[in-house]
Structure formats: C-alpha cells, structure tokens
DNA sequence: AAAAATGCGTCAATAAAGCTGACATATTTT
DNA sequence: AAAATATGTCAGCTTTATTGACGCATTTTT
C-alpha cells in the first residue's frame, strides 16, 4: 500500500499536513469575506423571520427604495436571479403593502416598483443592525481608510 | 384622497422621493458587500456545477482543507448548519474520494476528516479565481490598505 | 398594416439546501 | 451502572431557487 509520501500516492489517502500553496492563494482573506457575509445578513435575517420573509425580500426591499421607480427588469439584472424566483417574492410584498407598482409612463408593458411608506420603514429597518454593525468593524478608521475598503469592495464587483 | 405629502398618507401610497434618512445610515456600503459578495461566489459556483455540487460541498472541502483532522462537531459550528444538512453533502464529498474519516486517536467516537489529494487539488481550484479577484481589488493597494481591509472583515464577525 | 420583439405574469415540474424531531450506536465521562 | 457525548440516519417538510413554456399587452420594425 503506497504511503502518502510516494510518488505513487493514492489521490484517495487522507492528508494531515497543512495545506501548501508557496503563498500563491490568501485563504485568510477568502474566510474573512465568508464570515463577516455570514454575520452581516444574519442581523436582517432573524428581523424577517419574525414576519415570514426571506433574504430575498430584503434585497427587493432594499433597491426598490433605492432607486424609486426601477422596472422589473432592472431588478432581475440587479440581483441576478431568474424572473420566476422574483415573481413570488415581489408578490408577497405587493400583497403586504410594501411595494407599489405602476404602468411605466413612456412605456406601459413595464411595471415601475416603488416602496410605500410601510416598505420605506422595513427597508431602514433591515439596514439598521447593519449600519451598526459596519460602523463598529471600522471603529477608530480614518476617512481615508473607509474609502480604502470601499474601493476594495468595489474591486471585487465583476464590471460589466 | 390624501396626498403623499399629508400627513395622514396612506401607507400604501407609492413613494417616489429618494430615501432620506439624514445620512445616518450607509446604503452605499451595504450595497457593495452584497455585489461584492455575490460575485466573489461566482467564480466557484461555475466550477462547482460542472461536478453537481455546490456551495456547500465548497465550504466544506476549504475549511478540511484549511483545518486537516477537523471534527464534524467543528464542521458545524463553523458553517452555522444542522448536521442534517451537512450530512448529505459531507457523504457526497467522501463517497467522491475528496474528503476521508478517520476515528478520532483520543476519542473515537470522533470522525475526523481529512482530504485526499483529489480534495485538495479540488479546494485550490476553486480558491484561484477567488484569489485572483481579491488580488485585483487591491490592485496598488500598499500593505498598510490591505491589513486595513482585513481589520474591518474581522470586525464585521459577531464576536463569540 | 402586419410581423416581430419586448416587458411582464404565470403555470408546471424540479432541484438544492436548508430545517425539525426522533431515534440508534458507539464511546467516554460521571 | 447511568448519563452524556459524537456521530449517523430516517422521515417529512420549507424556502429559494431553477428551466421551459405560454399568454397578453404594448412597442418597434418591416
């Protein structure tokens, strides 16, 4: 049975020596990223719970209020999902009152969304927690680092 | 019918004005952790479907990778899961050869696992895109911009 | 004016990934 | 011996997403 040294090695014996890349890859930074994501949605993510929404309605909630008036269209390429995914979540909060929709008034196939009062409130409500939680991580930051971390954040966009 | 601007507005009125919020909260900043977020997964999740997994298998295939000998009770507090969703894809992994159990030396009621060769070329695959997008995002970033924007990831983590 | 394309809604079927709760087994601790 | 622990597994369920097809109203192109 060759052992994990030789050069014969099965692929399928187990490795218990630290992974070795010649530092080519920042693992620390990729597990960074997935914890602090991890943490900053569970904040929303328990806030909806308690009414039944998803993460989904929080993005929808979040753009709409944003940009007041965006199409249907606009949010599918926003949030990169399907027509069919966003169908159910945009209808639930239609039905609760929280986002409104208007026949475009150039263009009248399209569905113009636009928050109502009650969805302007969950939104900011939603950000809160979030807002805290990213002004503790920069406590004590200058101006000029909060600018680095977002011209950071902005890097890691894939530009279209 | 009330208007939008009396104060008795119905809370289903549509509203068209831009979210005021007297600046205490960064919409900016929320929204560039979600695109950030959303295509730094991207890249692996094109991988991923090629083989019939997915984000899942990902994460468990890094952290036995980053942490070899890690137990299934550590598994699980790291990904924040139940063990039954772990279950069926941790079984995924190991009956692919990309993941092995051994029982625990001290004690052997522990599973410990391990990758094989195979899950460790698997988990470098997927952390080289990742990699490459983090490198360009700091693009001529100087080290002290670097150690900043790990400073403020960590400090978006919950602390335990 | 007719034809094609567009924006949107919806239907059906399906899949991935998570959940709860219960229970079994082996092992270690008390 | 009893209790606690680490793990595996079963059954059933929910949420969120998917693909593909089709219909309707409207706008654009021919």
């Given at each position: 049975?060759?052992?994990?040294?030789?050069?014969?090695?099965?692929?399928?014996?187990?490795?218990?020596?630290?992974?070795?890349?010649?530092?080519?890859?920042?693992?620390?930074?990729?597990?960074?990223?997935?914890?602090?994501?991890?943490?900053?949605?569970?904040?929303?993510?328990?806030?909806?719970?308690?009414?039944?929404?998803?993460?989904?309605?929080?993005?929808?909630?979040?753009?709409?209020?944003?940009?007041?008036?965006?199409?249907?269209?606009?949010?599918?390429?926003?949030?990169?999902?399907?027509?069919?995914?966003?169908?159910?979540?945009?209808?639930?909060?239609?039905?609760?009152?929280?986002?409104r929709?208007?026949?475009?008034?150039?263009?009248?196939?399209?569905?113009?969304?636009?928050?109502?009062?009650?969805?302007?409130?969950?939104?900011?409500?939603?950000?809160?927690?979030?807002?805290?939680?990213?002004?503790?991580?920069?406590?004590?930051?200058?101006?000029?680092t909060?600018?680095?971390?977002?011209?950071?954040?902005?890097?890691?966009?894939?530009?279209?």
């Amino acid at each position: 049975m060759p052992r994990q040294t030789s050069q014969n090695a099965a692929k399928t014996e187990p490795l218990a020596t630290p992974m070795r890349n010649a530092g080519i890859i920042d693992f620390e930074i990729i597990e960074l990223l997935f914890f602090a994501y991890r943490d900053f949605v569970s904040d929303p993510d328990q806030i909806l719970d308690k009414s039944g929404f998803g993460r989904a309605h929080h993005r929808v909630v979040h753009f709409v209020n944003r940009e007041p008036g965006m199409t249907v269209a606009d949010l599918l390429e926003t949030l990169k999902i399907t027509k069919q995914s966003l169908a159910r979540v945009l209808k639930q909060l239609i039905d609760s009152g929280y986002i409104r929709q208007v026949a475009g008034p150039e263009d009248r196939r399209q569905r113009k969304l636009y928050p109502t009062q009650a969805g302007r409130d969950l939104a900011l409500a939603l950000a809160e927690p979030q807002s805290r939680r990213i002004e503790r991580a920069f406590e004590g930051a200058s101006e000029a680092t909060r600018e680095s971390v977002k011209r950071f954040l902005r890097g890691m966009q894939t530009e279209k």
